[in-house]
C-alpha cells in the first residue's frame, strides 16, 4: 500500500471523532488496551510526560519537547488533530513520522485491526506507541486527546503529568461543570506521580487536591511560579501556559534529567524552530495583519479577545467557522458587533453550515455574509480589508487547517 492508500483505508474503516463526533468516543480503555498488547506493549519501553487541559495543552506539549530536544535528548512528540497532513500526529525531534513508517504500520497490522472494533484515536494512538518505541526515544511527551480519564493515551506511566486549565468544551462527554469536566481531567493522575495545574481555579482546584491526595501524587499549582523566560509562541495567553511548562521542568531537573538553564531558554524560545508547530496566533500575513488561531471554545475565545484588545487596527474582520456540535449560546455573545463577520462552513462532515451560523450569529447582533468555504471568506474579507484593518480567522481547527 502507498502512503495515500495507508491513510485512506485508516479513515474508510476506523470512525474518527474529528468526522464524526461524540459517537467515534470510545469511553473506554479495553481497546487501546488490546491493541497495545497485540504490538508488545511499546508504551512500557520509554518514559512520558502526559499533557491534558482544555485550553493550552498543545502549545505546553511542544514547549516541553522543545525544550528536551535543547537539552540534547530524542524526543518523542504525539499530538492531535492535525491541521495538514496526518504525519504531524507523530513526531520525533520535530521531524514527521515517515510514510514509509506509517505504510508498514499499517500493512503489519491491518488484519488484526479489521477483526476488531477500534476508532481512528485509538490506531494512531498505538501506531505513536509502536513507532516511539522503535525508535527507542529517550522520552516522549503525550498529548491527551479529549478528557484525560477515558482518553485512549492514559495507559502510560509517565514521570510527570501536567494538567493546562479547566473550561467548557465537549461538554456532552465530559460534563456541563467545571468540577465535573476537572474529575476527567484528573483521570491522568498517577498514583505517587507528580502532577502540575498551569493555572488556579477555585472551583476545580478542590477537585485536583481530592484526586491527587486519593493516589498520594504530589501536586503543584503553577500559577504563583515566577517565570524569568519568554515563549517564541505569542499571544498573551502563553504566559499562564509556560508556568505550567516550567514547572514540569523543574521537576524533571529534581529527578535527575539533564535539563540546563540554558536549554529552558532555549527551548522556548525555539518551539516553532524545532517542532514546527501551527495555528497559535500564527502570522500568515501583513497589511492587513492576519492572525490564525484555533482557539474553539469560550475559555480560549476569552484569550483571544484579551489579545486582540491589545493589538492596533482601524476595523476587525472575522473569518468564522464551528463544527455542529458547539455551544454557540456561549460563545457569541463574546463576539463584538462593531467587527465585519464572513461566516463559512469548514470542508468537514461535522462542519456548521455557514447560513445556518449566520442566522445565529444575527441573533446576538453580529452581521456578515456567509460563505460556502473558507477560502471564499478569506478571500472577501482580504479584499474588503484595508492595510491597517485586522483579520482573525478560526472558530474551529478545521478553518484554521484550510489556511496554514
Known amino acids: 500500500m502507498t502512503y495515500t492508500e495507508s491513510i485512506d483505508w485508516l ?44 485550553n493550552g495543552k498543545g502549545s505546553s506539549s511542544h514547549a516541553l519537547a522543545s525544550v528536551l530536544q535543547e537539552a540534547g535528548y530524542k524526543v518523542g512528540l504525539y499530538t492531535s488533530p492535525h491541521l495538514k497532513d496526518f504525519r504531524e500526529r507523530i513526531k520525533i525531534n ?15 497490522n491491518k ?19 509502536d513507532y516511539f518505541a522503535y525508535q527507542k526515544v529517550d522520552i516522549a511527551v503525550i498529548e491527551v486527546g479529549l478528557g484525560g480519564r477515558l482518553d485512549s493515551t492514559n495507559i502510560i506511566n509517565p514521570v510527570v503529568s501536567l494538567i493546562t486549565n479547566i473550561g467548557k468544551d465537549h461538554t456532552e462527554i465530559l460534563g456541563n461543570t467545571l468540577e465535573e469536566i476537572a474529575y476527567e481531567k484528573a483521570g491522568i493522575i498517577k498514583p505517587h506521580t507528580p502532577v502540575v495545574i498551569s493555572e488556579f481555579h477555585p472551583l476545580t482546584a478542590p477537585v485536583f487536591k481530592q484526586v491527587a491526595a486519593e493516589r498520594e501524587a504530589p501536586i503543584y499549582f503553577a ?53 514546527h508547530l501551527m495555528g497559535r496566533w500564527q502570522l500568515l500575513s501583513e497589511h492587513p495583519k492576519t492572525i490564525c488561531d484555533t482557539a474553539h471554545n469560550a475559555h480560549g475565545f476569552a484569550e483571544i479577545f484579551a489579545q486582540l484588545g491589545q493589538e492596533k487596527y482601524n476595523t476587525l474582520h472575522m473569518v468564522l467557522g464551528f463544527v455542529k456540535e458547539k455551544d454557540l449560546d456561549a460563545i457569541l455573545p463574546m463576539f463584538p458587533k462593531q467587527a465585519h463577520y464572513y461566516f463559512c462552513t469548514p470542508k468537514i462532515d461535522r462542519g456548521l453550515s455557514a447560513t445556518l451560523l449566520q442566522e445565529k450569529a444575527a441573533s446576538y447582533g453580529l452581521r456578515g455574509d456567509a460563505f460556502p468555504s473558507v477560502e471564499s471568506a478569506l478571500a472577501q474579507a482580504q479584499e474588503q480589508a484595508h492595510t491597517d484593518d485586522f483579520i482573525y480567522i478560526g472558530g474551529s481547527t478545521f478553518v484554521v487547517a484550510e489556511v496554514v
Open 94 to 108: 520535530g521531524e514527521d513520522i515517515s510514510q514509509e513508517a506509517v505504510c508498514q504500520f499499517v500493512e503489519k
Open 11 to 54: 479513515w474508510a474503516h476506523l470512525p474518527m471523532y474529528q468526522e464524526k463526533g461524540r459517537s467515534a468516543f470510545r469511553g473506554k480503555l479495553d481497546n487501546i488496551l488490546l491493541l497495545c498488547d497485540h504490538l508488545g506493549n511499546p508504551q512500557e519501553q520509554f518514559p512520558t510526560l502526559h499533557i491534558a487541559g482544555t
Open 223 to 275: 500559577d504563583s511560579l515566577e517565570v524569568p523566560y519568554t515563549m517564541d509562541l505569542k499571544g498573551g495567553y502563553q504566559a499562564k501556559n509556560i508556568k505550567g511548562i516550567v514547572q514540569t521542568l523543574r521537576i524533571l531537573q529534581e529527578k535527575g534529567w539533564a535539563i540546563s538553564e540554558e536549554n529552558i531558554q532555549r527551548g522556548l524560545s525555539h518551539i516553532v524552530a524545532n517542532t
Open 111 to 129: 488484519d488484526f485491526i479489521e477483526g476488531e472494533n477500534f476508532s481512528f484515536f485509538e490506531v494512531t494512538v498505538g501506531m505513536a506507541f
